[in-house]
């Protein structure tokens, strides 16, 4: 057998080059640990069963195979790199004699077709004799499309055959082809399969599955750690290449090791339902709807009930009867953050690679103060020569897990990107899986991600018509997959209702009207819909009709009434823009109520100081009182605090009733003390007199309308019981559309839905059909950047800050200079800097006008240089001159916030 010692794969930061056939034996071990102990049951006998009696060899094999095109002289002879190392390597590679040199105008090396420059193109031809084409079906194309697509993209020729013909003609003459034969010959023996025991073809939803397993195989075969550990091996024992089988087996337990300390194995923290039960509700008995949860088996499970009703721990305790990995995923990074502190309590006695994915995610608490952080980028492996590796990994991996922490734990291997869905407990925005909705590079990976672990999306009725045409995109993509998902929600309106219920289980059952609350359950087209009782709570409504201009002081006049009758109750107030809620609480704290504000123009320290002192005095379990609130959206959607009196801008129905779950949100024997006399919830309601379309942005005025025409004549609702019909009665469809007003809203609705449609990735073009190669080619092939958002905001004059001031007056600001974030340094601070400028962010609105005029005297600085996150972030210098420590960011003319949207900035990703 000719292993081919004199052709390398890895060169960077090694003293020696790593022999090619070494690294796709070890990307073969570790993908067979992956097949084996990372993909769930059900997810790897999908695969098993499309695949034949030999999965498992099949997988290797392809994962092995996945470099077999680096065996090519524009990537072996590197002839653009000068420098003995590259010497050293083409005279090696010359002194075998195998290979026929190229000529200087060798097609090889002189092309920039991108197609023939890239190895994994090549490794697709290694395959079948011929280059991946686009016209190429892609059922019978399923090995070439597997490997080819490692590096984050397909690419396929197209015609071009003069450039094309050539490039094959010589790579055949020079006798790299019969490189390329070698090393496919020795994987395969390897892994114990011949490649016609392989099938000839292959479901397109498996291809996609195999191509995503691929790369992540590849990630972490390519570590540095694990490379040094084979390099050691050939030191002392290089005829072991010889036999691929023993070379495998000899890298398994390492790989294992590997594995788990870089994405990680799920391991659950109870033995069974009994044990998950009592985790998780503490001793209480399961409510109806979490009983329900734990007979909800496959498919998709939908807990429809009012806020507090514990539907977080009833999508855990479905969780809990599967071992699978778990994607929890919520709509803000406020909300993100909570639940990854719920979850860790839950998972404290077990220990899992966990990750938290959002925007601003390396600041939390999670990143920030670990337990531990299992660095998988260390170079620190020993050199000692072991007698027995195999052994010698395994009491590795035994001593490795006796001193694992006990709870989650972040790894630097799924700590950013798309890699942080492949942790076994991934909690995120739900932008995170929307990503996995629009075409672009690694859509693969995240599509494996989500196939391979149980996808939790809370407060769905969140998303909008162009968010939920995404999410239906996905959904079609998880029921073929047989992925568990979880939708979670208070207030789901019919129509999303039936888009999401229809894009997971098709048009083949019966879907009737929606009930609240309800649970349902949807698997094989099979509909089941429980009711489930729920906390009945009555609130009173005043609506309050106040002219446009007098909004604020119609806030503070109701705020001094209800605290003069109540001086130690909590009251809230909720206003649509950042301005008002500004204004309000001025207002509010000059008229001597101690204010707590809080909205999303604000940096990440002073809305992570503001949200700690809020859950102390008026959180679960907190005995504050005395206290004023005023908020933007970020309040709806984001806090766990219970008030006595509230007053809101009126808004949506579904965000209303968000709102209201705010108010008298716990039993509180302490309420009678701060509200003496009240027996029961009342809302004020403040609704504009005779309002523009733009007087009530960011909302449609036809869904304001409706929602107060419901309640005017009714003044009060009552929760579950019209719940549905609220919010039913206050959406706008085509079918009722009445006024000008209705028939905007409409418009705007299809605009949204029909811009989902025309960015989104093609996915159910492949699970039907007979597609073609390029069809795969076309998920990769990345949108404009103002296409490719995951939320339809206009951010076209939207800017991420750092701050940069004084601290006392810019909550966390950045105190050093650009220069320090643009070139940071490659150790351990590195992460510290970053996470410090981090604290300083804040998502703004800046005139075009003023941007150039900061930019010109030196205020503003980009950080595009930054090679890390903050590459997308300017430093604000200055920033003391448009910032208050009390209301925030009061915008660069010094007014109380340019913006008249609250939520432009809450959603990020």
């Given amino acids: 057998m000719n292993t081919h010692p004199e052709l390398w794969a890895k060169q960077s930061r090694l003293v020696k080059t790593y022999p090619l056939l070494a690294h796709l034996l070890d990307t073969a071990t570790v993908i067979g640990v992956l097949y084996d102990s990372w993909l769930r049951p059900e997810l790897r006998d999908l695969i098993s069963a499309e695949l034949g009696p030999k999965a498992r060899q099949t997988v290797q094999f392809l994962g092995g195979a996945h470099d077999a095109g680096?065996?090519?002289?524009?990537?072996?002879?590197?002839?653009?790199?000068?420098?003995?190392?590259?010497?050293?390597?083409?005279?090696?590679?010359?002194?075998?004699?195998?290979?026929?040199?190229?000529?200087?105008?060798?097609?090889?090396?002189?092309?920039?077709?991108?197609?023939?420059?890239?190895?994994?193109?090549?490794?697709?031809?290694?395959?079948?004799?011929?280059?991946?084409?686009?016209?190429?079906?892609?059922?019978?194309?399923?090995?070439?499309?597997?490997?080819?697509?490692?590096?984050?993209?397909?690419?396929?020729?197209?015609?071009?055959?003069?450039?094309?013909?050539?490039?094959?003609?010589?790579?055949?003459?020079?006798?790299?082809?019969?490189?390329?034969?070698?090393?496919?010959?020795?994987?395969?023996?390897?892994?114990?399969?011949?490649?016609?025991?392989?099938?000839?073809?292959?479901?397109?939803?498996?291809?996609?599955?195999?191509?995503?397993?691929?790369?992540?195989?590849?990630?972490?075969?390519?570590?540095?750690?694990?490379?040094?550990?084979g390099q050691e091996i050939l030191a002392k024992s290089p005829e072991l290449l010889a036999t691929p089988a023993d070379w495998i087996a000899r890298r398994s337990a390492e790989a294992e090791k590997r594995v788990r300390e870089t994405v990680g194995i799920y391991t659950p923290p109870w033995r069974n339902t009994e044990e998950a039960c009592k985790k998780i509700l503490q001793g209480h008995a399961p409510r109806p709807a979490q009983a329900e949860a734990m007979q909800s088996g496959a498919g998709l499970y939908s807990i429809m009930a009012s806020t507090g009703s514990g539907k977080t721990e009833a999508a855990l305790l479905r969780h809990a009867t599967k071992n699978e990995r778990l994607i929890f995923l919520l709509p803000t990074q406020a909300t993100t953050n909570a639940m990854m502190a719920r979850i860790q309590k839950i998972y404290a006695g077990t220990a899992n690679v966990a990750s938290l994915a959002h925007g601003l995610a390396s600041i939390e608490d999670f990143y920030a103060n670990p337990i531990t952080v299992y660095d998988d980028e260390s170079t620190g492996h020993s050199n000692t020569q072991h007698k027995n590796a195999k052994a010698d990994a395994e009491l590795e991996i035994e001593a490795e897990q006796s001193q694992r922490p006990s709870g989650l734990y972040p790894s630097t291997f799924v700590k950013?990107?798309?890699?942080?869905?492949?942790?076994?407990?991934?909690?995120?925005?739900?932008?995170?899986?929307?990503?996995?909705?629009?075409?672009?590079?690694?859509?693969?990976?995240?599509?494996?991600?989500?196939?391979?672990?149980?996808?939790?999306?809370?407060?769905?009725?969140?998303?909008?018509?162009?968010?939920?045409?995404?999410?239906?995109?996905?959904?079609?993509?998880?029921?073929?997959?047989?992925?568990?998902?979880?939708?979670?929600?208070a207030t789901m309106p019919s129509w999303q209702r039936e888009r999401l219920m229809r894009a997971y289980g098709g048009e083949n059952f019966a879907l009737p009207e929606t009930e609240f609350p309800a649970v349902e359950s949807l698997a094989e087209s099979e509909l089941r819909i429980a009711k489930v009782p729920d906390r009945a709570r009555e609130i009173k409504i005043a609506v309050d009709e106040v002219p446009f201009a007098e909004m604020v002081e119609g806030h503070v006049a109701w705020e001094k009434r209800i605290r003069q009758r109540f001086p130690q109750a909590r009251i809230g107030i909720i206003c649509n823009t950042v301005a008002r809620a500004q204004e309000t609480a001025q207002l509010a704290r000059a008229a001597g109520s101690e204010v707590?504000?809080?909205?999303?123009?604000?940096?990440?320290?002073?809305?992570?100081?503001?949200?700690?002192?809020?859950?102390?005095?008026?959180?679960?379990?907190?005995?504050?009182?005395?206290?004023?609130?005023?908020?933007?959206?970020?309040?709806?959607?984001?806090?766990?605090?219970?008030?006595?009196?509230?007053?809101?801008?009126?808004?949506?129905?579904?965000?209303?009733?968000?709102?209201?779950?705010?108010?008298?949100?716990?039993?509180?024997?302490?309420?009678?003390?701060?509200?003496?006399?009240?027996?029961?919830?009342e809302l004020s309601l403040a609704v504009i007199?005779?309002?523009?379309?733009?007087?009530?942005?960011?909302?449609?005025?036809?869904?304001?309308?409706?929602?107060?025409?419901?309640?005017?004549?009714?003044?009060?609702?009552?929760?579950?019981?019209?719940?549905?019909?609220?919010?039913?009665?206050?959406?706008?469809?085509?079918?009722?559309?009445?006024?000008?007003?209705?028939?905007?809203?409409?418009?705007?609705?299809?605009?949204?839905?029909?811009?989902?449609?025309?960015?989104?990735?093609?996915?159910?073009?492949?699970?039907?059909?007979?597609?073609?190669?390029?069809?795969?080619?076309?998920?990769?092939?990345?949108?404009?950047?103002?296409?490719?958002?995951?939320?339809?905001?206009?951010?076209?004059?939207?800017?991420?800050?750092?701050?940069?001031?004084?601290?006392?007056?810019?909550?966390?600001?950045?105190?050093?200079?650009?220069?320090?974030?643009?070139?940071?340094?490659?150790?351990?601070?590195?992460?510290?800097?970053?996470?410090?400028?981090?604290?300083?962010?804040?998502?703004?609105?800046?005139?075009?006008?003023?941007?150039?005029?900061?930019?010109?005297?030196?205020?503003?600085?980009?950080?595009?240089?930054?090679?890390?996150?903050?590459?997308?972030?300017?430093?604000?210098?200055?920033?003391?001159?448009?910032?208050?420590?009390?209301?925030?960011?009061?915008?660069?003319?010094?007014?109380?916030?340019?913006?008249?949207?609250?939520?432009?900035?809450?959603?990020?990703?």
């Fill in 596 to 681: 707590v504000l809080l909205h999303s123009r604000m940096t990440a320290e002073h809305r992570r100081v503001l949200t700690e002192r809020l859950h102390e005095t008026v959180g679960a379990g907190s005995a504050g009182s005395a206290i004023t609130v005023v908020g933007t959206q970020v309040i709806e959607a984001s806090l766990d605090i219970d008030l006595d009196f509230m007053r809101t801008e009126l808004c949506p129905a579904p965000s209303l009733i968000q709102r209201l779950g705010r108010l008298w949100r716990r039993e509180d024997p302490l309420r009678a003390e701060r509200a003496p006399g009240q027996t029961g919830m």
């Fill in 70 to 229: 680096k065996a090519i002289p524009q990537f072996q002879l590197q002839p653009r790199r000068s420098g003995e190392v590259w010497e050293e390597i083409r005279r090696r590679i010359k002194a075998s004699g195998l290979y026929g040199p190229p000529s200087p105008l060798s097609t090889l090396i002189t092309s920039t077709d991108p197609v023939i420059r890239r190895h994994e193109a090549w490794s697709a031809y290694a395959l079948q004799g011929d280059l991946l084409r686009r016209e190429a079906p892609a059922r019978a194309t399923w090995k070439e499309l597997t490997v080819a697509g490692h590096h984050g993209r397909w690419q396929c020729v197209v015609g071009r055959a003069r450039q094309i013909r050539p490039a094959l003609l010589e790579v055949e003459k020079t006798r790299w082809a019969a490189a390329q034969s070698d090393l496919l010959a020795a994987v395969a023996a390897g892994c114990g399969i011949s490649r016609e025991e392989m099938p000839e073809t292959v479901a397109p939803a498996i291809t996609l599955l195999l191509s995503g397993l691929v790369i992540l195989a590849d990630r972490i075969a390519s570590g540095e750690e694990f490379v040094l550990a």
């Fill in 689 to 909: 007199e005779d309002p523009e379309a733009w007087k009530v942005r960011p909302y449609l005025k036809a869904e304001l309308t409706r929602t107060v025409d419901w309640i005017r004549p009714r003044g009060k609702l009552v929760l579950p019981e019209n719940a549905q019909e609220f919010v039913d009665a206050a959406a706008v469809s085509l079918e009722d559309a009445v006024t000008a007003d209705d028939e905007e809203a409409v418009a705007e609705q299809i605009i949204q839905a029909m811009k989902a449609g025309n960015r989104k990735a093609r996915i159910a073009d492949l699970l039907t059909g007979d597609p073609q190669a390029g069809s795969f080619e076309a998920l990769t092939v990345g949108l404009p950047k103002d296409e490719s958002s995951t939320r339809l905001i206009d951010d076209s004059d939207q800017y991420q800050l750092i701050m940069g001031g004084d601290p006392d007056a810019v909550p966390g600001a950045w105190q050093g200079t650009a220069e320090e974030l643009q070139r940071l340094p490659k150790d351990e601070s590195r992460q510290t800097i970053i996470r410090a400028a981090l604290k300083a962010s804040i998502t703004v609105r800046i005139k075009q006008d003023m941007f150039a005029q900061l930019c010109e005297e030196g205020s503003l600085e980009s950080l595009s240089d930054s090679k890390s996150v903050l590459a997308g972030y300017y430093l604000l210098r200055g920033a003391e001159r448009f910032y208050s420590p009390e209301i925030g960011y009061v915008g660069l003319e010094g007014g109380t916030g340019e913006d008249s949207s609250a939520s432009a900035g809450e959603n990020h990703a």
């Fill in 416 to 489: 950013s990107g798309a890699s942080r869905l492949l942790a076994p407990i991934c909690v995120g925005t739900v932008d995170q899986a929307l990503a996995g909705a629009l075409p672009g590079k690694w859509i693969h990976l995240r599509l494996l991600a989500l196939a391979n672990a149980h996808v939790v999306i809370d407060e769905v009725h969140t998303l909008d018509q162009y968010q939920t045409e995404l999410l239906g995109q996905l959904l079609p993509w998880l029921a073929a997959t047989g992925t568990r998902v979880t939708f979670l929600t």
